[in-house]
């Protein structure tokens, strides 16, 4: 099993964000330097991490991205779900009735332990974890939570 690129540089993207927020938006071409992705790619993802109340966008020629919550409360499965769904290493994990065999499966209780277990540490690390982590010349001043400036 892969984590695809989305899921991979929107967690990038976030802790990126968490990193740099201390005192103004962080513009989304800031990240994509940073992190050598295009900037493009990472406005894709922005989206849903917007609906999903994880990133606040703020208008204007000083605007960019902030964390909707702090740090410590932006776990990364939920950076993950936001922005390619559910966990579900097999599809019967998610969704025993598409498998007629669920009933029966010798596998099925290994699979859910396993995708409990993703999902588990997944909700274990939270963006101030990664950022903590982070080599310390590069962990910034993540005092970006809440501002009151305009929305998108």
């Excluded at 396993?114 to 910034?140: C, Q, S």
């Amino acid at each position: 099993m892969k984590l695809n690129t989305r899921v991979r540089y929107a967690i990038r993207m976030m802790a990126d964000i968490a990193k740099h927020c201390a005192e103004k938006p962080v513009p989304l071409r800031d990240v994509a330097r940073r992190q050598g992705l295009s900037k493009l790619y990472l406005s894709q993802l922005a989206t849903p991490l917007r609906n999903a109340a994880l990133l606040r966008s703020v208008w204007g020629n000083k605007g960019g991205y902030v964390l909707a919550r702090p740090a410590d409360e932006i776990n990364l499965l939920e950076i993950m779900e936001a922005v390619d769904g559910p966990v579900s290493i097999i599809e019967c994990v998610e969704n025993p009735e598409s498998c007629s065999r669920a009933p029966i499966c010798e596998t099925f209780e290994v699979w859910r332990n396993i995708n409990t277990a993703i999902t588990g540490v997944l909700k274990g690390y939270t963006l101030k974890d990664l950022v903590d982590m982070a080599p310390h010349d590069e962990r910034g001043d993540m005092a970006c939570f809440p501002r009151d400036t305009p929305e998108t």
